[in-house]
């Protein structure tokens, strides 16, 4: 296989391509049944935060966080979201181990139709999973009392979180590549993950925080996918152009937020293709 069939970018619908990218995508699925642990603690530990974040907060004045009803309404887009940017970060481990252990070498050797699918089956798998993971914390909140959003709230709250997902992702393959082994990835991941959940709007609105803070957390992408989708599980009658968040440096809108997220995540792939083609060349 050439240089030049590695760094272009295959035909979506070529059979070749679809069929070894759905079985590397499936041999990720068998490495989770037989470790079905992995699953269940993405699954249970955010069920437990909004859970126990939600008692802890349920006697707070009326008003306090807002438009929300309880504390726990006001949480579950927070929940929702990070849960979703901690599996998306976790997506390069997979492709780090094979690196490690000589497997990726046996893939680089093999007649693929295109090593991108080598990516993409990392990107379907970590997808999967999170959506998996946002149907169980909707559930649960349902049941606490959180309540659902309309059907097109619904489609902003799985775009939303496929957006983020989509950008994430890229970026922990292209720290995958980057970084020598495993340990640097996970302390990238450490370093980087709770930093974000409280430099944003996950856990407090806004306005509970000092300027400087503000600054930060609405600059954050957590902050931008948290927005959208409290807003529309607050607001039945919600339109595209509603502020969802005021910033220090302006109001922005529904439409707006999902934009600059879907901004940061085309981005963040386009800065990892020089060195994906390089690292599977």
Known sequence: MTTSSISRVPGLFSPDFWQETLALTRRL???????????VAGVVQPLIWLILFGALFQNVPSGLFGDSANYGQF???????FTAFSGALNAGLPVMFDREFGFLNRLLVAPLASRFSIVL????????????????????????????????????VLATV????????????GLTFALPGHIELL???????LPLLFASTALVPLQFM????????????????????????????WTIADVVMVAPWGAISLGTA????LAVAVALSLLIQPLLRRRLA
């Open 162 to 173: 496929l957006i983020l997902v989509f950008g994430v992702t890229a970026l922990s393959l």
């Open 29 to 39: 699925f068998i490495q989770l049944q037989r470790r079905p642990s992995t699953l």
């Open 258 to 261: 999902i934009a600059i997220l």
């Open 121 to 156: 089956a990392s990107a379907l798998f970590i997808t999967t999973l999170s959506l998996i993971q946002v149907v169980a914390i909707a559930s649960l909140g349902v049941v606490l009392g959180t309540g659902l959003p309309n059907v097109a709230g619904i489609a902003v």
């Open 187 to 193: 302390a990238v991941i450490f370093v980087i993950n």
């Open 210 to 237: 000092p300027t400087w803070l503000q600054w930060v957390a609405s600059l954050n992408p957590l902050s931008l996918a948290i927005e959208p989708i409290r807003y529309v599980y607050l607001h039945p009658n």
């Open 75 to 81: 949480l579950c887009a927070g929940i929702i979201v």
